[in-house]
């Protein structure tokens, strides 16, 4: 299914976008827009998630997650994309700061190379947001 795109209303000098230049992509996504790619890519990044670490460590760390949450997600390593799909079911609930430092937490660095599978929906976004953006090249998204 197709994601369509509001306007941003989302600056892109929110107070902690500095720490995630390689994701600025992000910042062109409304917290309505993020909240609909949680719904529909539930499947797709419980199915890159096949460990819990870094990922739901990171998600602990940062407090997007219970303490509880965390215990009873780690305690599934046999299943861990049920547990992982069941985990974004509850965060899709969540306020949208927590869904937006969600995305921000899934696509750093650390988390991109330790599950190869999340390039291609990194890949998706980042097209999705070339499409909807005037202006916007593959250059800008760059590290200086």
Known sequence: SEV????PQYSCHHQD???YTSMSFLCYFTDQDLRQLLVIKKVD?????DKVFPFL???RDKQLITAEKFKEISKARKQIS???YSLLQWLEKSDSSTIRKFW???FQDYNLQTYPKLYPLQ?????GMLMKVPG?????????
């Open 136 to 144: 916007w090249r593959h250059e800008d998204l760059l590290l200086k």
């Open 57 to 59: 460590y990171g998600l």
């Open 17 to 19: 976008h500095h720490q």
């Open 82 to 84: 049920k547990a992982m």
């Open 4 to 7: 369509t795109f509001s306007k």
């Open 45 to 49: 990044i419980s199915v890159a998630i």
């Open 104 to 106: 921000l937490n899934l």
């Open 123 to 127: 890949a998706s976004l980042i097209e």
